[in-house]
């Protein structure tokens, strides 16, 4: 891929972009870990002391991870960063709502896997893949944003947002929570006190231009990419389960829908009536009839629902 230009950095203010795109560069070629601790990056965004330190057991096969997952989403980071903001620490986990643990904690392991970038002013969350590849789905959170961090007993860590929302990151790497925990309660100290209430809410970002963007709208309105909807997702989901995770770009995860739906119809319409027609069996009765369409409503309704509230999480680029 290219390197992409920011027409819109500002080059009178410190971190100017050639020195960002050195610095990316070079992390782009660096191939240990333990390499960027050694000498300074002119330019570089991230403070690799404070990611790229870990006692104990496992810490080396976790910063192993760290360092493939910041190599992968660098390309977009560095587009999102403000100049002077600096990047503390990531990490990898699912964020899920409390609507999220009701229907969807099935879809969110492999629909809502994020990297957790935690930077001066916000938390970034950039939905990834299991390779760690990034994807189109970017929210972030002001640190102004957040009321309280909370850690629950079953090792995941909530967040209180002004706007009355709650989200629990989950399935985070364990040594990671104390560093998240005291790092976070203090962002959200100094935001506090700061008196900077702008933010109040999670914010989606357009996935081309990484600007804030509000609603649904079928372009983004600073650099025209055009969106994927909820409700097209939904609408589309309930005439083929598949179709809406399709357009959203999970195509594995659409692809076993499909394959879900089509043994469904199989088992439940099309054998019966081979057996009917072809081989002389005797008919399914009404009430065989009402139970499959009862089945197959129920799923085609579930699944467009769920999918409706996947496309809602955030903003996905549609295909032309
Ligand atoms: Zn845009």
């Avoid at 104990?56 to 760290?66: M, N, T």
């Amino acid at each position: 891929m290219g390197r992409h230009t920011n027409a819109s950095w500002p080059s009178s203010q410190g971190g100017s972009r050639p020195d960002i795109e050195y610095a990316s560069e070079t992390l782009r070629v660096t191939h240990r870990y333990e390499a960027l601790l050694e000498k300074e990056i002119r330019g570089s965004p991230y403070e690799f002391k404070t990611m790229f330190t870990a006692e104990g057991w496992g810490a080396h096969q976790r910063l192993l991870r760290r360092f493939k997952l910041l190599k992968a989403i660098d390309p977009r980071l560095i587009r999102m960063l403000r100049p002077d903001e600096r990047v503390h620490f990531i990490t990898h986990g699912t964020l899920v709502s409390a609507v999220d643990d009701f229907f969807t904690s099935w879809a969110a392991h492999f629909l809502d896997l994020r990297a957790m970038v935690f930077t001066s002013e916000r938390v970034f969350l950039i939905q990834i893949n299991t390779r760690s590849e990034p994807r189109d789905l970017v929210t972030q959170i002001a640190y102004s944003a957040v009321v309280a961090v909370v850690s629950s007993t079953d090792g995941s860590c909530r967040l209180a947002l002004r706007d009355g929302r709650k989200l629990h990151f989950r399935h985070m790497p364990r040594p990671d929570h104390k560093f998240l925990l005291d790092f976070l309660s203090n962002a959200v100290k100094r935001a506090g006190a700061d008196g900077d209430k702008a933010a109040t809410a999670e914010e989606k970002l357009c996935p081309k231009c990484f600007k804030v963007v509000k609603g649904f709208p079928a372009h983004c309105p600073e650099c025209n990419a055009l969106l994927t909807r909820p409700f097209v997702a939904g609408f589309r989901t309930f005439l083929f389960p598949g179709l809406g995770n399709w357009y959203l770009g999970n195509r594995g995860f659409a692809a076993g829908e499909m394959l879900f739906t089509t043994l469904l119809w199989l088992f439940l319409v099309i054998l019966p009536l081979i057996r009917l027609f072809l081989e002389g069996g005797p008919p399914p009765t009404r009430a065989y009839w009402i139970g499959t369409a009862s089945v197959l409503a129920f799923v085609y309704v579930g699944v467009a629902v769920v999918t409706h509230h996947i496309a809602r999480k955030g903003l996905h680029a549609a295909a032309p």
